[in-house]
């Protein structure tokens, strides 16, 4: 069974930084994309940032330049770096990740539990 868990979340303020952080468990053959999500009351679901498997990132236009995502394939784990943190990236994020458990069987995507994050003076 395979888990994701996240954790970093909490309540900060304006321009400061926080990192989330998620790692995957479980019968892992392997990890293609990883990404982080998140979603704000009201709104729908939207891609913050994914990070390939070679390392190749692609973010949301609003998060450029402030967010990072990177990841560890060794530890199976990845990462947001946010900085110059606004109200507006206030939401819960949630980890997601393409996982095959069983080569040429199973490619699955999976999602942890999500973190809330809270931007607010």
């Known amino acids: 069974q395979v888990q994701l868990v996240e954790s970093g979340g909490g309540l900060v303020q304006p321009g400061v930084s926080l990192r989330l952080s998620c790692a995957a468990s479980?019968?892992?053959?392997?990890?293609?994309?990883m990404a982080w999500y998140r979603q704000a009351p009201g709104k729908k679901r939207e891609l913050v940032a994914r990070i390939t498997l070679g390392g190749s990132t692609n973010y949301l236009d609003s998060v450029k330049g402030r967010f990072t995502i990177s990841r560890d394939n060794a530890k199976k784990t990845v990462h947001l770096q946010m900085n110059s943190l606004q109200a507006e990236d206030t939401a819960v994020y949630y980890c997601?990740?393409?996982?095959?458990?069983?080569?040429?069987?199973?490619?699955?995507?999976?999602w942890g539990q999500g973190t809330q994050v809270t931007v607010s003076s």
């Open positions: 997601n990740a393409r996982i095959t458990t069983v080569p040429g069987i199973s490619t699955i995507d999976y």
């Open positions: 479980g019968n892992i053959f392997v990890i293609s994309d």
